[in-house]
């Protein structure tokens, strides 16, 4: 095993237990759900040693034998000089360059759990593992940008690192939308370990981040139906609810429930619930804490409705203006690896989040089989108009049954 082998899985095991340990341990209410796009998108335990048969007595006697003078001075031996100094050699020092800082814009409060937990010990691993040349700054709040304009300021070099959803520009990012297809995950792990796969196999889906350096991406914990009177038992009893879209695509699966769909930031849910303004809304479990909506709700249904994605880019010529081995380090720490810790981070929310809505006295429905069959039955058509809408650009089939394939996995 290499020793640069050696450093990526210790550098790899650092970043999964800092941002696991974090998430374990934070603030339920700090969690912030994303303002989302309008609506208009050990090892096993060794074997036991075999039972060691008592040796003979003339085996016995042999292993216990003073060893010949130049057999003990064989088994002594000290290694030789040119081996042993190989061995002790001090890597060699690796010329990283220049020391740079890169900023970094996202449009949520600086107390967010990605920023703090995910994002924060990654950016101390890029500083580590480039020997303390790149230094990650956060802009958070929008202070870089709205959040709708978070990807083309990647793009354009006006950031040189954003984060933020995908669905904030809607139309945008046609191919990772496939994620957004209702009913499919049970957590954000799942979602963004076969979202990771479909990018790694699919050319289209990497084309479409072609004009930035993808650092990473993932998708907030899975979203639900929650309601503010009453409770949802059968799809009938969506018809002519008033409910928050977060997304296009969910916009589209609330409409073929019977609902009736609308765009709303998500610092107006609280007072629009309590008000009766909407009926209830989607939005992913973490959420509920961010906005404390638990006072406003008295059901939910738990569908696994959708998740959303989120990225983290930088801009090209930023990237490029790296060297070499700062490139290469920064690889070693981002993508995949990165991408896990953040949906661990939001599973950890969710988690928290349910508690709370046990605690709360918030009543979850189960749909039955049947019940579920007739939801999914009814929102097939926005899986078909995605497939429909796409199948001249991409191989919107078979990524979406790939996806299938790897969620069933």
């Not at 700090?30 to 060794?46: R, S």
């Not at 690192?161 to 139309?171: D, E, V």
């Not at 804490?289 to 409705?305: A, I, K, M, P, W």
């Not at 810790?341 to 009543?363: K, L, P, T, W």
Request: aromatic fraction near 8%; charged fraction near 25%; include cysteine.
């Amino acid at each position: 095993m290499t020793r640069r082998t050696q450093r990526w899985m210790r550098l790899t095991a650092v970043l999964l237990v800092l941002g696991l340990l974090a998430a374990a341990c934070g603030d339920d209410d700090e969690v912030a759900e994303p303002a989302e796009a309008p609506a208009t998108t050990a090892a096993p335990a060794p074997e036991p040693e075999e039972e060691m048969a008592e040796p003979e007595e003339e085996m016995a006697e042999e292993e216990m034998a003073e060893p010949e003078e130049e057999m003990a001075e064989e088994e002594m031996a000290e290694p030789e000089e040119e081996m042993a100094e190989e061995e002790m050699a001090e890597p060699e020092p690796v010329d990283f360059g220049d020391s740079v800082t890169v900023n970094l814009g996202h449009p949520f409060p600086a107390r967010h759990p990605i920023q703090a937990r995910a994002l924060e010990p990654w950016s101390a691993l890029v500083n580590e593992v480039t020997g303390g040349t790149v230094t990650v700054e956060f802009f958070a709040g929008g202070a870089l940008g709205p959040a709708p304009q978070t990807y083309e300021n990647a793009v354009s070099g006006a950031a040189d690192i954003g984060w933020a959803l995908q669905g904030y520009t809607p139309g945008r990012f046609p191919v990772t939308d496939v994620i957004e297809m209702p009913f499919t995950f049970s957590s954000a792990s799942q979602a963004t370990d076969v979202l990771w796969t479909l990018y790694e196999e699919f050319e289209e889906f990497q084309n479409e981040y072609s004009d930035v350096k993808l650092l990473g991406m993932w998708v907030h914990d899975v979203g639900d139906m929650w309601i503010a009177k009453g409770r949802v038992d059968t799809i009938s009893d969506i018809d002519g609810l008033t409910l928050r879209a977060p997304s296009p695509v969910q916009n589209a699966v609330i409409s073929a429930l019977g609902g009736n769909p609308v765009g709303m930031p998500a610092p107006e849910l609280y007072d629009s619930l309590e008000r009766g303004v909407i009926d209830g809304l989607f939005i992913a479990n973490s959420g509920l804490s961010s906005f404390n909506l638990y006072e406003v709700l008295e059901s939910g249904v738990h569908c696994n409705c959708y998740v959303a994605a989120q990225f983290l880019a930088m801009n090209l010529d930023t990237w490029n203006s790296l060297s070499d081995a700062q490139r290469a380090a920064i690889d070693e720490v981002s993508g995949r690896v990165m991408s896990m810790n953040a949906a661990a981070v939001y599973d950890a929310a969710y988690e928290s989040a349910a508690q709370r809505v046990v605690e709360a006295g918030i009543e979850k429905v189960q749909l039955d089989e049947a019940e579920f069959a007739q939801w999914r039955a009814a929102t097939q058509g926005v899986i078909d108009s995605w497939i429909a809408d796409n199948s001249g650009n991409f191989r919107s089939q078979e990524m979406y049954d790939r996806m299938l394939e790897l969620a069933a996995g």
